[in-house]
């Protein structure tokens, strides 16, 4: 079975904090994304990687970072974080191959006070 | 850029009765590859059919098919003998014909199943 995990479920911040969410497959998958889903906005993209130290920006990469230095492991980083970036964060990976099915995480659930 | 539209936020069936989810995109491209994913509440995302642009055959997996009309852009999902455990957010999706290329999702549509 392909594993996607995400460090928490659930996590509370403070305005200003520097905020890691961390993701990691086991499924050696080239590509992984990150997106964020609000209620009535659907899963918009934040960013994506197809490779290791590659990074691509989505639809919506302001306020966000990411990194990836191993092949299993993206992380999203929040420099400072705001309460307009309280939100659920999917993490997501796939093969290169086109038609190969994405795997999700369970997201974090992140509220920023 | 692609975009994929559900019109229907939210809809509701009767258990063991059937139901169509809308979508429906814009894409300038001829080759490409659709999906619709379910999101149950609080739990993972997880994919529930697909569909490649040039199969002119209409995907089905079990319970689950789709009506695809290429050249109307429409992509809707067809749910048969509805379960209580079908209730769930539905995503329909569209990548392009690059193995780099991301999802690009609808909205999504809120499914209520009535026992």
């Known amino acids: 079975d392909v594993k996607v995990t995400q460090s928490s479920r659930y996590l509370v911040k403070r305005t200003g904090e520097k905020v890691f969410l961390e993701c990691v497959q086991d499924?050696?998958?080239?590509?992984m994304f990150w997106y964020r889903q609000d209620p009535g906005l659907g899963l918009r993209l934040i960013y994506f990687s197809y490779d290791v130290k590659m990074k691509e920006k989505g639809d919506i990469p302001e306020g966000y970072s990411v990194s990836r230095e191993k092949k299993e492991r993206f992380s999203l980083i929040l420099e400072s974080a705001s309460t307009n970036q309280t939100s659920m964060y999917l993490c997501?990976?796939?093969?290169?191959?086109?038609?190969?099915?994405?795997?999700f995480g369970p997201g974090t659930r992140l509220t920023v006070t | 850029a692609q975009t994929v539209t559900q019109s229907q936020p939210e809809m509701s069936v009767q258990e063991a009765e059937t139901v169509t989810l809308s979508c429906t995109y814009d894409?300038?491209?001829?080759?490409?590859?659709l999906f619709w994913y379910k999101q149950p509440p609080s739990r993972q995302m997880i994919l529930v059919i697909r569909?490649?642009?040039?199969?002119?055959q209409n995907a089905t997996e079990n319970r689950f098919s789709v009506n695809f009309q290429k050249a109307a852009k429409s992509f809707s999902l067809k749910i048969s003998d509805s379960q209580l455990g079908d209730a769930a957010m539905y995503f329909c999706a569209y990548r392009g014909n690059s193995g780099n290329t991301p999802l690009v999702f609808g909205k999504g549509t809120r499914l209520s199943v009535i026992a």
């Open positions: 997501a990976s796939r093969a290169h191959i086109v038609f190969y099915e994405q795997y």
């Open positions: 569909q490649e642009a040039y199969k002119q």
């Open positions: 894409t300038s491209e001829s080759d490409y590859y």
């Open positions: 499924m050696d998958h080239e590509n």
